[in-house]
């Protein structure tokens, strides 16, 4: 898997398809802040995408993966956990948060084990958000 900068247009290509048009459009509206993003490539077909919206000493993780890429969990996560580290480095961030749906509990496991800690609960549009803080020593 080749690494390379986002692209927006990423986001679409993904198979199968991660949002409908019109969130991809409210996603891409919400993350247009300044900050790293990178999308993970195999054999010209986008496997993910993922980024950190950066807030002064804080961030804000995001990742949208295919299917397939879910399916190779230690990949996945070595590439992560690496950038995630080097991103904090670099940027000198205090704090990163993530969130994930309530009752996607894979996405809350693969948190944790990327080593952020629950925080508590969001609302938003009627859905519940685990919401994660990444402690940061």
Not at 16 to 25: A, D, G, I, R, T
Request: glycine share 8%.
């Amino acid at each position: 898997m080749d690494i390379i900068p986002f692209e927006f247009k990423h986001l679409a290509d993904i198979a199968p398809p991660v949002m409908e048009p019109w969130q991809l459009e409210r996603f891409a509206t919400a993350h247009t802040l300044p900050g790293p993003a990178f999308s993970g490539i195999e054999v010209g077909r986008v496997l993910g995408c993922a980024g950190i919206v950066i807030l002064g000493s804080s961030g804000i993780a995001w990742a949208c993966l295919s299917d397939s890429l879910r399916k190779r969990p230690m990949v996945l996560h070595r590439a992560v956990k690496r950038g995630i580290e080097k991103i904090i480095e670099e940027h000198g961030l205090k704090r990163l948060e993530a969130s994930c749906i309530e009752d996607f509990e894979s996405a809350a496991h693969w948190l944790k084990r990327l080593g952020f800690k629950s925080y508590g609960t969001k609302y938003s549009n009627g859905k519940s958000y685990k919401r994660f803080n990444y402690a940061i020593t």
